[in-house]
């Protein structure tokens, strides 16, 4: 493997990771990069284990049928590194076309697929898992140690990259939102003559007895002219 030319290709990939503009645009853009910078690899996609198992950003059909397959199993090497389970952050299947006693159901299944090999990594930084980030080959033996280690290196700047549009995205609706919330006192200071410290408590008021998030109050005032209630005795 080139490493000088892999550090070229990382350098620029890392570069416009951080100029995406959504965080749906980072995820592509990181998938997009696997076919490119990890030798052997066929699609790409990021999972998520949560209440649920989501796929982001696949590259192929391929990959979310084979993510939901892991779920509906409850194994297989995506899905364990999504999971961080007995603390591993690799995950690498050789060859599916031998049988595997790690992962005896997933297995017959991809190989059915036309599914030759896998990598799974764990999406990480301090203090927070993100997700996996997988590859799959139609090659039985595609993924070499070149490969995982290429692979380890890519989902690094992938995870830092998601970590930091997370972030971003979520400063941004604390903005909007902390903006909607001030235009909404505004309407209720001037149709009810309250001061800010009564607009205030009156949308926290509605938001606590109807158990609803602060800012979805606000913006029913702002797209009504009252509260709830006001709206519809008016």
């Not at 993510?67 to 952050?89: K, T, V």
Request: proline content about 3%; charged content about 25%.
């Amino acid at each position: 493997m080139d490493w000088h030319k892999f550090a070229q290709q990382m350098s620029a990939m890392a570069h416009d990771l951080l100029m995406q503009p959504t965080v749906d645009s980072t995820l592509e853009r990181i998938t997009a990069s696997a076919s490119d910078l990890v030798e052997g690899c066929d699609a790409a996609g990021i999972l998520l284990v949560g209440r649920r198992a989501q796929t982001l950003a696949p590259t192929r059909p391929l990959v979310t049928e084979l993510d939901r397959l892991q779920s509906r199993l409850g194994e297989g090497p995506c899905f364990a590194a999504a999971r961080h389970s007995r603390g591993e952050r690799v995950y690498r299947i050789h060859d599916l076309t031998e049988q595997s006693s790690r992962w005896p159901r997933f297995v017959p299944h991809a190989r059915k697929r036309g599914v030759g090999s896998m990598m799974g990594f764990l999406l990480y930084t301090d203090g927070e898992d993100l997700g996996a980030l997988n590859f799959y080959s139609h090659r039985p033996g595609a993924f070499t140690d070149d490969s995982e280690s290429a692979g380890v290196l890519l989902a690094s700047h992938a995870a830092v990259a998601l970590s930091t549009a997370r972030t971003h995205a979520q400063m941004e609706l604390a903005v909007a939102t902390r903006h909607q919330i001030g235009e909404a006192m505004g309407i209720l200071m001037g149709a009810h003559q309250y001061s800010e410290e009564e607009a205030f408590a009156a949308l926290r008021r509605h938001s606590q007895h109807r158990n609803v998030k602060l800012r979805d109050v606000a913006r029913h005032v702002c797209e009504t002219g009252g509260l709830p209630d006001q709206a519809r005795s008016t």
